[in-house]
């Protein structure tokens, strides 16, 4: 397995500000994902951030609202810019063991837009 | 396309037995099952990866219909300790990078 952490584990933001969230493993991993998910619903990718290429966005997310960097393999950050109450949101950092493809979630950020 | 899961919730004594059911209307590379506590972080129970596989982990099994395009969790002798959300992730076939979809997850509460 691997052991994930998060900054922050929440904070309550204005809107039209932006977040910086960081996530950490404490292994060597290629793979790792930014989810987001509302409480008691489903885990939404917002994008795959692979070490060593560009972040891969699914739809209905942008780079410009959600800048994405991989420096290395055991760190990543995701950014929500110009915030809005409808960003509100769970999101969690995963990433996936080399070879066997284990998904292993980091314990959440959870954001509050006022 | 998101997987379809069934039922959304059920309600078990310990003790009790549980089936919960992952189908996909495409073809499926691999079947990843979690489970989430209320406030924590997603938990890995296992992966199916081929058509027609089975794994079992304590009394947690699951098996994967290639053919069918569906995966079931199979949850025996239920314990407390088993209560919580349980979410299918699939991998289909073709894209460029590996990714899960998953599905709107089943709530399982397990009651003494």
């Known amino acids: 397995s691997a052991v994930i952490s998060q900054k922050p584990s929440r904070d309550i933001c204005q809107r039209g500000t932006s977040l910086t969230i960081q996530c950490q493993v404490d292994s060597q991993v290629t793979m790792m994902f930014w989810y987001r998910q509302q409480p008691g619903q489903s885990l939404t990718l917002i994008a795959t951030a692979n070490q060593g290429s560009e972040a891969t966005y699914e739809s209905g997310f942008v780079i410009d609202k959600f800048p994405i960097s991989r420096p290395n393999l055991t760190f990543s950050t995701l950014t929500v810019s110009n915030m809005s109450p409808e960003d509100s949101s769970i999101y969690l950092c995963?990433?996936?063991?080399?070879?066997?493809?284990?998904?292993?979630f980091g314990p959440g950020t959870r954001l509050t837009v006022t | 396309q998101q997987p379809v899961q069934s039922p959304q919730a059920v309600i078990l004594r310990e003790g009790e037995d549980a089936v919960i059911n992952c189908s996909s209307s495409?073809?499926?590379?691999?079947v990843h099952w979690y489970r989430q506590k209320h406030g924590e972080a997603p938990v890995f129970l296992m992966i199916?990866?081929?058509?027609?596989e089975q794994k079992g982990h304590d009394k947690i099994s699951a098996s994967f219909n290639e053919k069918k395009q569906q995966s079931s969790l199979y949850l025996t002798a239920s314990q407390l300790s088993y209560s919580g959300t349980y979410f299918c992730g699939t991998e289909t076939p073709g894209g460029s990078n590996y990714k899960l979809t998953f599905g709107k997850g089943t709530l399982l509460t397990v009651n003494p």
């Open positions: 995963s990433v996936a063991r080399d070879g066997t493809y284990e998904q292993y």
């Open positions: 199916l990866l081929k058509g027609g």
């Open positions: 495409k073809a499926l590379y691999s």
